[in-house]
T-cell receptor, first 115, second 112 residues
Framework: NAGVTQTPKFQVLKTGQSMTLQCAQDMNHEYMSWYRQDPGMGLRLIHYSVGAGITDQGEVPNGYNVSRSTTEDFPLRLLSAAPSQTSVYFC??????????????FGPGTRLTVL | SQQGEEDPQALSIQEGENATMNCSYKTSINNLQWYRQNSGRGLVHLILIRSNEREKHSGRLRVTLDTSKKSSSLLITASRAADTASYFCATESAFNDYKLSFGAGTTVTVRA
C-alpha cells in the first residue's frame, strides 16, 4: 500500500490564484481530513469527511472547499489564495468514521507559500 | 480552539536519559492519542489511551491518563537520537467525535 499520498509537495502561489491540493489513500479508509500546521502551533482541522459524498467543516474552513466523490480521494481547493494561507497542509485518514478512536494515517504534507 | 496543550514547549536531553512531557485538556474526553512528527514529515501515531485506562505501555513509551486532573503524560525511556521529534497529544474537540484537536506540541532534542 502507498498509504496516504499528497501532491504537490511544494507550491508557490500569487495572491488571488486558486489551486487544488490532492490527497489520496489506498487503504479503503472511511474518514479523511485536512489540517494546516503553522509554526509553533499544532494542527488545525480545515475540513473532514466521514465517507464518500459526506463532508463537514472543521475549525478553520474559510477560504477552502472540499468534495469527496470517491472513497480514495479528498481534494482541498483554495478558492482565492491569501498570504494567511501560507502553511503546511496535511491530509489524514482512518479506517473507521471517528478519528478519536482510530489511528490517523498522515500524508507527507504540502508546503504552500502565497506571495 | 485547541483542546490540548503540551508542556514543556521544548526539551533537550542526553541520549539514554528519560524524556517526560505532559498534556492538559479542557473538556471531558473518551480517548487521548499521542503522535510524533519528525522534522518535515507527517505525524505518526504512537499510542491511544482510553478514558477508563490509567496507564499504557508500548515499547519504550509509557502513557498515563488522569481524567480527574484532565491531564496525560508521555514518558520516553532510554532516549535515542532517533527520538528527536515533536510530540503532540490529540483529543476529540468538545464532545465531537469527528474532530480531532491537537496541541501545539513538545519539541524533544536528544543529544548524542
Amino acid at each position: 500500500n502507498a498509504g496516504v499520498t499528497q501532491t504537490p509537495k511544494f507550491q508557490v502561489l500569487k495572491t488571488g490564484q486558486s489551486m487544488t491540493l490532492q490527497c489520496a489513500q489506498d487503504m479503503n479508509h472511511e474518514y479523511m481530513s485536512w489540517y494546516r500546521q503553522d509554526p509553533g502551533m499544532g494542527l488545525r482541522l480545515i475540513h473532514y469527511s466521514v465517507g464518500a459524498g459526506i463532508t463537514d467543516q472543521g475549525e478553520v474552513p474559510n477560504g477552502y472547499n472540499v468534495s469527496r466523490s470517491t472513497t480514495e480521494d479528498f481534494p482541498l481547493r483554495l478558492l482565492s489564495a491569501a498570504p494567511s494561507q501560507t502553511s503546511v497542509y496535511f491530509c489524514a485518514s482512518s479506517y473507521h468514521g471517528s478519528p478519536t478512536t482510530d489511528t490517523q494515517y498522515f500524508g507527507p504534507g504540502t508546503r504552500l507559500t502565497v506571495l | 480552539s485547541q483542546q490540548g496543550e503540551e508542556d514543556p514547549q521544548a526539551l533537550s536531553i542526553q541520549e539514554g536519559e528519560n524524556a517526560t512531557m505532559n498534556c492538559s485538556y479542557k473538556t471531558s474526553i473518551n480517548n487521548l492519542q499521542w503522535y510524533r512528527q519528525n522534522s518535515g514529515r507527517g505525524l505518526v501515531h504512537l499510542i491511544l489511551i482510553r478514558s477508563n485506562e490509567r496507564e499504557k505501555h508500548s515499547g519504550r513509551l509509557r502513557v498515563t491518563l488522569d481524567t480527574s486532573k484532565k491531564s496525560s503524560s508521555l514518558l520516553i525511556t532510554a532516549s535515542r537520537a532517533a527520538d528527536t521529534a515533536s510530540y503532540f497529544c490529540a483529543t476529540e474537540s468538545a464532545f465531537n467525535d469527528y474532530k480531532l484537536s491537537f496541541g501545539a506540541g513538545t519539541t524533544v532534542t536528544v543529544r548524542a
